[in-house]
């Protein structure tokens, strides 16, 4: 069993940054897959990124490349999602995922099945 512990979230001006930190607990993150997705308000879940924790690939979705970084850190078992040149509408409910091996398409919620608890990220507009 993985537990996902988020922290990081808060309130930014446009155009600031923060930095999202998910950790693992139970075991660690070899052969996974990680990612975050967001939630707004009525909107569904919406992949953001994700990483293969082994061999480093990391897919983008078209809305964050180039602002967001996913990176991890193996001596603390903990997965990142820098974000920066944040902009109103990437205010969500932030959620890191995983997954064991590379099962089922990285960019759909139902791909993973280990969930943190999802932490607040408001970029007022």
């Known amino acids: 069993q993985v537990q996902l512990v988020e922290s990081g979230g808060g309130s930014v001006q446009a155009g600031g940054s923060l930095r999202l930190s998910c950790a693992a607990s139970g075991r660690t993150f070899n052969n996974y897959r990680l990612a975050w997705f967001r939630q707004a308000p009525g909107k569904e879940r919406e992949f953001v990124a994700s990483v293969m924790w082994n061999d480093g690939i990391t897919y983008y979705s078209d809305s964050v490349k180039g602002r967001f970084t996913i990176s991890g850190d193996s001596a603390k078992n903990t997965v990142f999602l820098l974000m920066n040149s944040l902009k109103p509408e990437d205010t969500a409910v932030y959620y890191c995922?995983?997954?064991?091996?590379?099962?089922?398409?990285?960019?759909?919620?139902?791909?993973?099945?280990?969930w943190g608890q999802g932490n607040q990220v408001t970029v007022p507009s």
């Open positions: 995922a995983a997954r064991s091996y590379a099962i089922g398409d990285y960019h759909l919620p139902t791909s993973y099945n280990y």
